[in-house]
């Protein structure tokens, strides 16, 4: 008998040891208590519960997929790239069938729509595993991006950081309230290399939009190849406003940049812009114009004095092949026609132009998009409007069955200046510094245009003053950010309560090498402030 208590003795003795030894050894910290409540989300997700506590990402870490879809493993890449810079782990990523062991992210297609539409997601994340679930790969796209905000912003660098990598717990539900959630970068005025629109890509993407709108051609500049009109870009490429050398995007780079958006979940937009703004085109072609004699080319910054002459068949012809290639290149549902300030166009030519060039656009299989001036033609339902002037072309879009893209100068024009001394940009539109840029609601905007004839909400730049990536980065952010939220986040906006978290971007944005407009209103934090539970 008492050798047997002995033994048991000695048995759990033995146990504790073992059980210490493997404590020791795998040398794992309790989780740190953190409140997912807390942390600073743009935009903002439709519903988040906290569980207090913490994951944390460690060198074993693996990115588990359900399924062994090449884009599913191109989505675990995507999120393994964004974590192994700063971590310096090994990230792997694989296929499983089964849900993995504790430690691990796990990835998963759900299959069934619900709620969560094409880019919804839920991410719950508990002390054992980041679960992200969503019911197509764009969803699963979006909630990565969330997860690179609930990490610390140090993850954004691009070389090994001291840890921890904790994340706190709790379940995300999240869902966007606009399908159409974009900007617009205007590559005519001046034009801007693969490079820097796959940056502007990426940070755009950062925030959930998922609409690249490239304005492709102006009266300075022709920038996407059209091979059967070669002397578009071999000509009108060749200059910018201000008389630099312009540029142009071979089919073969547009379509790297079509590619790079799609692997981002974001559709290009290409806008060909006429018949008004068309210089660069009436400059590369005689039989354009309705004199036969070709223009010089345009380095200025006035607008409304060209036309494509819309009486001549040539015209449509030239449309035909234009659009056809464009078409060819695009992947996405959309074709951009301009059709903005065709001041020199008479409306009685006006009118049956656009009529025309929206059945071409049909013809090959694509949706015509044009700016709001458009509504005075006869516009199919599935043709959408994009409002950037003029209140009653919205209404009359509605009034014609089409929906409406919302882009307010006063509101979402990135080329605004912040304020009288603000080094680049316009102020046609008046001054829009980063809290009127936030405060208002796309559809109470219009009277008579509601949330249902709303495509969603996009902000452009235009580029008469903006010749680099720095100057762009500083005219978007930290606007951008809040664009984006009220296209995700559809609901009443409330500033007070989001500059608390535009604050605490600082530290990401300059992780992210961001140059952005210290704007005196934003209550920017001094450093990524710890979101422990004390
Ligand atoms: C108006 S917005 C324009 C552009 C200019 C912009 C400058 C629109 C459809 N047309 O041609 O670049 O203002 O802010």
């Known amino acids: 008998m008492r050798n047997k208590t002995q033994h048991t003795t000695c048995i759990q003795l033995l146990t504790m040891v073992v059980m210490f ?27 988040l519960t906290a569980t207090g506590s913490s994951f944390a990402i460690n060198d074993q870490t693996v990115i588990y997929l359900q399924g062994n879809t090449a884009e599913l493993q191109q989505i675990g890449n995507y999120l393994a790239e964004k974590l192994k810079p700063a971590t310096g782990f090994g990230m792997q990523v694989q296929a499983t069938e089964e849900a993995p062991a504790s430690g691990h992210f796990y990835l998963t297609l759900t299959g069934d729509k619900g709620q969560y539409g094409d880019e919804g997601y839920e991410l719950s994340i508990s002390e ?46 999240d869902y966007p309230g606009y399908a159409y959630r974009g900007a617009m ?15 502007f890509i990426d ?7 998922n609409i690249l709108h490239l304005h492709l ?15 578009l870009t071999l000509h009108g490429g060749q200059t910018q406003v201000g008389g630099g050398e312009g540029g142009y995007y071979t089919q073969e780079q547009y379509t790297d940049l079509v590619n790079y958006a799609q692997e981002r979940y974001i559709t290009i937009v290409p806008e060909i812009d006429m018949p008004g703004h068309t210089n660069a085109a009436l400059s590369s072609y005689a039989e354009l114009n309705c004199d ?5 080319l345009y380095t200025g910054t006035d607008v409304g004095f060209s036309t494509l002459c819309t009486k001549k068949e040539v015209v449509y012809v030239f449309i035909e092949d234009v659009i056809r290639e464009l078409a060819a290149l695009t992947p996405g549902p959309y074709i951009h026609v301009g059709g903005d300030e065709s001041h020199v166009t008479a409306l009685e030519d006006y009118i049956p132009f656009i009529n025309r060039v929206q059945d071409i656009v049909q013809t090959h299989g694509k949706m015509m998009i044009g700016w709001d001036e458009v509504t005075e033609a006869r516009l199919n339902p599935t043709s959408v409007a994009q409002y950037w002037a003029k209140a009653e072309n919205a209404q009359k879009a509605v009034a014609q069955g089409a929906k409406v893209i919302i882009s307010p100068a006063k509101k979402a024009y990135m080329d605004m200046q912040y304020d ?3 080094q680049w940009g316009l102020h046609w539109a008046g001054y829009i510094e980063v809290d009127s840029g936030y405060i208002w609601n796309p559809a109470t ?36 950010p809040g664009y984006a939220e009220i296209a995700w986040s559809a609901g009443p906006n409330d500033w007070e309560e989001y500059k608390v978290r535009l604050g605490q971007q600082k530290a990401r944005f300059e992780a992210m090498d961001i140059n952005y407009y210290p704007s005196d209103l934003v209550p920017w934090a001094s450093q990524d402030t710890t979101k422990e539970v004390h």
Not at 186 to 195: I, M, N
């Open 185 to 199: 970068l205007d590559v005519s005025r001046h034009f801007f290399q693969v490079d820097d629109v796959k940056r």
């Open 128 to 173: 054992e595993q980041v679960k992200l679930s969503a019911p197509k790969p764009a969803g699963l796209f979006r909630g990565i991006q969330t997860i690179r905000q609930l990490l610390p912003a140090k993850i954004e660098l691009g070389t090994p950081q001291e840890g921890p990598w904790e994340i706190a717990t709790g379940t995300i539900r």
């Open 203 to 209: 940070l755009i993407a950062t925030y959930k939009m």
């Open 21 to 47: 030894a493997v404590l020791s050894c795998t040398n794992t910290p309790p989780p740190t208590p953190k409140d997912l409540a807390k942390e600073n989300l743009i935009p903002k997700p439709v519903s």
């Open 420 to 422: 009288s001394t603000t």
């Open 445 to 480: 905007l219009v009277e008579g245009v509601t949330k249902e004839n709303i495509l969603g909400v996009e902000a452009p730049l235009w580029t008469e003053t903006i010749t680099n990536m720095e100057e762009i980065e500083y005219m978007v952010f930290p606007r951008l």
């Open 292 to 296: 036969g004699k070709a223009t010089k």
């Open 217 to 231: 051609a102006d009266d300075q500049g022709w920038r996407i190849e059209i091979k059967s009109w070669p002397n």
